[in-house]
C-alpha cells in the first residue's frame, strides 16, 4: 500500500509569490495535519483537517491556509512568500481519532529567493 | 507553551558504541513519542509512552520515561550506521504533536 505522497518534492519561489503544495492521505485514511520543519529544528504544526473540517490550527499568519477534499486529499497554500517561509512541509495522515498515530511523508522541500 | 528540550543537539560515534540522547519538558508530557528522521524523508514513529517510569525496548533501543512525566532517554546498545538519523521527541496532546529541535545522532563505520 502507498504511504502519504506528497507534491512538489522541492520547489523555488521568490519573496512575493504563492505556494500550493498537495498531500495525498494512506487510503483510509481521514485526517490530515500539516507541519513546517526549518532546518536545524523540529516540525511546528501548522493545521490539522478531518473529515474536511478544520480541527486545529498552530501559530501560523494568515498567509498560511489550507483544505481537505472528499476523497481526503489536501492542499497548503502560503500567500505572499516571505525568505522565513523556507522550509521542509511535511504532511501526515492518520486515521482520524484523537491521539492516532500519525504517518508522514517525504516532505515538499520550498525554498524561497 | 510547552518547551522541549533535546540534548546532545548533535551527536558522533564509532560503530559498536553506546549513545543516550534525552528529551526533557517544561511541562507534564500527555503522551510522549519519539521519532527518527532520516535525510529527504519524515520522522517515523519508534515508540509511544504514557506511564511514568514506563521503560520500553525496541530491539537495541530502550527508551525510559521519567516517573515525573516530564523528562525521556533514549539509548542504544551497540550502535550502527542505520541508527544515523534525527531523532525527535514530541509530546502528543490530542490532535497535534508538538516536537523538540531534536538529536542529530551520526554512526561512523
Known amino acids: 500500500d502507498a504511504g502519504v505522497t506528497q507534491s512538489p518534492t522541492h520547489l523555488i519561489k521568490t519573496r512575493g509569490q504563492h505556494v500550493t503544495l498537495r498531500c495525498s492521505p494512506i487510503s483510509g485514511h481521514k485526517s490530515v495535519s500539516w507541519y513546517q520543519q526549518v532546518l536545524g529544528q523540529g516540525p511546528q504544526f501548522i493545521f490539522q483537517y478531518y473529515e474536511k473540517e478544520e480541527r486545529g490550527r498552530g501559530n501560523f499568519p494568515d498567509r498560511f491556509s489550507a483544505r481537505q477534499f472528499p476523497n481526503y486529499s489536501s492542499e497548503l497554500n502560503v500567500n505572499a512568500l516571505l525568505l522565513g517561509d523556507s522550509a521542509l512541509y511535511l504532511c501526515a495522515s492518520s486515521l482520524g481519532g484523537i491521539a492516532g498515530e500519525l504517518f508522514f511523508g517525504e516532505g515538499s522541500r520550498l525554498t524561497v529567493l | 507553551t510547552q518547551l522541549l528540550e533535546q540534548s546532545p543537539q548533535f551527536l558522533s560515534i564509532q560503530e559498536g558504541e553506546n549513545l543516550t540522547v534525552y528529551c526533557n519538558s517544561s511541562s507534564v508530557f500527555s503522551s510522549l513519542q519519539w521519532y527518527r528522521q532520516e535525510p529527504g524523508e519524515g520522522p517515523v514513529l519508534l515508540v509511544t509512552?504514557?506511564?511514568?517510569?514506563e521503560v520500553k525496548k525496541l530491539k537495541r533501543l530502550t527508551f525510559q520515561f521519567g516517573d515525573a512525566r516530564k523528562d525521556s532517554s533514549l539509548h542504544i546498545t551497540a550502535a550502527q550506521p542505520g541508527d544515523t538519523g534525527l531523532y525527535l521527541c514530541a509530546d502528543h496532546n490530542d490532535y497535534k504533536l508538538s516536537f523538540g529541535a531534536g538529536t542529530t545522532v551520526t554512526v561512523r563505520a
Open positions: 509512552v504514557v506511564t511514568g517510569g
